[in-house]
């Protein structure tokens, strides 16, 4: 897997499922369009999901298509009266099949702490037995006359190597799939 793509299943001793190849494959095929490795500035990450939309619907995952309340999923939290969702969180897809939660990050990412937010919301979300987190490979951005490149696929990577080792938090789902682009 260690392609300009790179792929990583947690935990690490654990077999990793099926729909792994196929999706990391998606990935791959719009490596071009998307690719972080070469490109100087970075897509931001509904450009990525907009290039990997086709790719993942062919997968069974529902995606996001647009920003208006219409085409944005939701998935619940809590549940209030007459089992309504009370508390949900907007996510860029999901499996329901196999409970895969995917978000796709960019700069926000790679600069702040999204990875932080996406793991705790998606230990919270009814359903979901899997997260899949998209991090550029490398984020360019300027800072004061400088150019910075971060390495947010690298960092998380580091992050749930870290999370899965300690075993002082355990997580919800049965394991998180990291993808690079």
Same mark, same amino acid.
């Given at each position: 897997m260690r392609s300009t793509h790179p792929g990583d299943y947690f935990p690490r001793n654990a077999r990793p499922p099926e729909w792994i190849e196929p999706f990391i494959a998606n990935v791959r095929a719009a490596g071009q369009s998307i690719s972080t490795v070469e490109r100087k500035t970075g897509l931001d990450s509904d450009r990525v999901l907009q290039e990997l939309a086709g790719g993942l619907r062919e997968l069974g995952f529902e995606v996001e298509s647009g920003k208006k309340a219409s085409e944005r999923i939701r998935r619940p939290v809590l549940f209030?009266?007459? @089992?309504?969702?009370?508390?949900?969180? *907007? #996510?860029?897809?999901?499996?329901?099949?196999?409970? #895969? $939660?995917?978000?796709? *990050?960019? @700069? /926000? @990412?790679? !600069? @702040?702490?999204? +990875?932080? /937010?996406?793991?705790? !919301? +998606? &230990?919270?979300? $009814?359903?979901?037995?899997?997260?899949?987190?998209?991090? %550029?490979?490398?984020?360019?951005? +300027? &800072?004061?006359?400088?150019?910075?490149? $971060? /390495?947010?696929?690298?960092?998380?990577?580091?992050?749930?190597?870290?999370?899965?080792?300690?075993? !002082? =938090? +355990?997580? %919800?789902? /049965?394991?998180? =799939?990291? $993808?690079?682009?």
């Open positions: 209030g009266r007459n @089992g309504h969702a009370e508390v949900s969180f *907007e #996510i860029d897809a999901f499996h329901e099949a196999h409970g #895969i $939660v995917l978000e796709v *990050e960019a @700069g /926000r @990412g790679a !600069r @702040g702490n999204a +990875t932080y /937010r996406d793991i705790i !919301r +998606t &230990s919270l979300i $009814v359903d979901a037995k899997y997260l899949a987190l998209l991090l %550029p490979v490398y984020y360019r951005h +300027t &800072s004061g006359a400088r150019e910075v490149s $971060v /390495r947010a696929y690298e960092d998380c990577a580091y992050l749930l190597s870290a999370l899965y080792a300690s075993q !002082r =938090l +355990t997580l %919800p789902f /049965r394991g998180v =799939l990291l $993808v690079g682009y």
